[in-house]
């Protein structure tokens, strides 16, 4: 397969996550104090780099069937997460994510929480708020790298992708020195759960033994099947909420 | 043994996630696709997408079912 729409793929849903990262980030580092900040984020960064150290040879050593079934499945289950979410969004079941709003919560208890050193930290609060963020944001970078890249035996592609995006959404959230807002996160976070539910259903099958119908070709089929299904879902939650608000208006017609 | 606790719960938030049924059906359409390829001899490519749509639809609809 190319390595295009596996950098891109990874570009995006990495993307997602470090603008999310920033803005706690940024929220750490305006309100308290830049050096804890950053030390908490040197620390998350250095604890992902033992993850990834740990986990991606191992990983990637498997045999390619047994991974692509596992990989398969794992990828599958997360992104029918993020697609059920987005689709929830789309359809005002939930409230859409807003960089702006949580900027606001983090900078918020930020400015409430108590000062205190500890361990040779100068604000405790800034450095555990950026390294819990920095921490569990990367945890999932990591984890669409490893998958991406090793069921393509393509690790560096995967990291190439990662690496571009920290390094746009960091350079861009130092230019603004404000959370990402502009960015339509709900709508990348739509198309990454499509590439992802879509790669896990590929490999997936192919890891249980299936040799899909023009082989890698099956993917440009697969992933806009998975889109206009995600679009039918959206559709029919709609015309569900439009059916029952139709009758509750009849009624009140008839109740005046 | 909290901690324990804390760490199994972290990583079944992360991999499984709100609705756990999804989970159920992906491994299920797995099972199945490889039973029909290996025992069956059927190449049953279309067997994981059916259940991987089904289980949207399904979550979907036990997320959105009595609310509002």
């Given at each position: 397969?190319?390595?295009?729409?596996?950098?891109?793929?990874?570009?995006?849903?990495?993307?997602?996550?470090?603008?999310?990262?920033?803005?706690?980030?940024?929220?750490?580092?305006?309100?308290?104090?830049?050096?804890?900040?950053?030390?908490?984020?040197?620390?998350?960064?250095?604890?992902?780099?033992?993850?990834?150290?740990?986990?991606?040879?191992?990983?990637?050593?498997?045999?390619?069937?047994?991974?692509?079934?596992?990989?398969?499945?794992?990828?599958?289950?997360?992104?029918?997460?993020?697609?059920?979410?987005?689709?929830?969004?789309?359809?005002?079941?939930?409230?859409?994510?807003?960089?702006?709003?949580?900027?606001?919560?983090?900078?918020?208890?930020?400015?409430?929480?108590?000062?205190?050193?500890?361990?040779?930290?100068?604000?405790?609060?800034?450095?555990?708020?950026?390294?819990?963020?920095?921490?569990?944001?990367?945890?999932?970078?990591?984890?669409?790298?490893?998958?991406?890249?090793?069921?393509?035996?393509?690790?560096?592609?995967?990291?190439?992708?990662?690496?571009?995006?920290?390094?746009?959404?960091?350079?861009?959230?130092?230019?603004?020195?404000?959370?990402?807002?502009?960015?339509?996160?709900?709508?990348?976070?739509?198309?990454?759960?499509?590439?992802?539910?879509?790669?896990?259903t590929?490999?997936g099958a192919?890891?249980?033994?299936?040799?899909?119908?023009?082989?890698?070709?099956?993917?440009?089929?697969?992933?806009?099947?998975?889109?206009?299904?995600?679009?039918?879902?959206?559709?029919?939650?709609?015309?569900?909420?439009?059916?029952?608000?139709?009758?509750?208006?009849?009624?009140?017609?008839?109740?005046? | 043994?909290?901690?324990?606790?804390?760490?199994?719960?972290?990583?079944?938030?992360?991999?499984?996630?709100?609705?756990?049924?999804?989970?159920?059906?992906?491994?299920?359409g797995l099972?199945?696709t490889?039973?029909?390829?290996?025992?069956?001899?059927?190449?049953?490519?279309?067997a994981l997408p059916?259940f991987v749509?089904?289980?949207?639809?399904?979550?979907?609809?036990?997320?959105?079912?009595?609310?509002?």
């Open positions: 397969m190319n390595a295009l729409p596996l950098i891109l793929t990874v570009f995006v849903a990495c993307a997602v996550e470090a603008i999310e990262a920033l803005t706690i980030v940024l929220a750490a580092g305006i309100t308290r104090e830049w050096k804890s900040t950053f030390q908490g984020m040197a620390v998350a960064l250095v604890v992902l780099a033992i993850i990834t150290a740990a986990v991606g040879p191992a990983i990637a050593s498997l045999p390619l069937t047994a991974l692509r079934l596992v990989i398969g499945a794992l990828l599958a289950i997360f992104g029918l997460q993020w697609l059920r979410k987005a689709v929830l969004r789309a359809t005002g079941y939930k409230g859409l994510h807003d960089e702006a709003s949580a900027y606001l919560r983090e900078v918020t208890a930020a400015e409430t929480a108590a000062r205190e050193s500890k361990r040779g930290v100068s604000d405790w609060y800034a450095f555990t708020l950026s390294f819990k963020g920095v921490l569990l944001e990367g945890l999932e970078v990591v984890f669409i790298v490893i998958t991406f890249g090793a069921s393509q035996k393509n690790i560096g592609a995967a990291v190439i992708g990662a690496a571009a995006a920290i390094v746009v959404i960091t350079v861009t959230g130092i230019a603004v020195r404000a959370p990402l807002t502009k960015v339509p996160e709900n709508w990348m976070k739509f198309a990454v759960g499509i590439m992802l539910t879509s790669f896990g590929f490999w192919e890891g249980a033994g299936v040799a899909w119908p023009g082989h890698d070709a099956a993917l440009l089929v697969l992933v806009p099947v998975v889109a206009l299904v995600t679009a039918a879902c959206i559709a029919w939650l709609r015309s569900r909420e439009a059916a029952a608000a139709v009758p509750a208006k009849k009624s009140e017609v008839v109740g005046s | 043994m909290r901690r324990l606790k804390s760490f199994g719960a972290f990583w079944y938030d992360f991999i499984i996630g709100d609705d756990w049924q999804v989970a159920v059906l992906v491994v299920a099972a199945l490889a039973i029909l390829t290996h025992v069956a001899r059927v190449n049953a490519w279309w059916a749509f089904a289980a949207l639809v399904w979550s979907l609809h036990r997320a959105t079912a009595n609310k509002r």
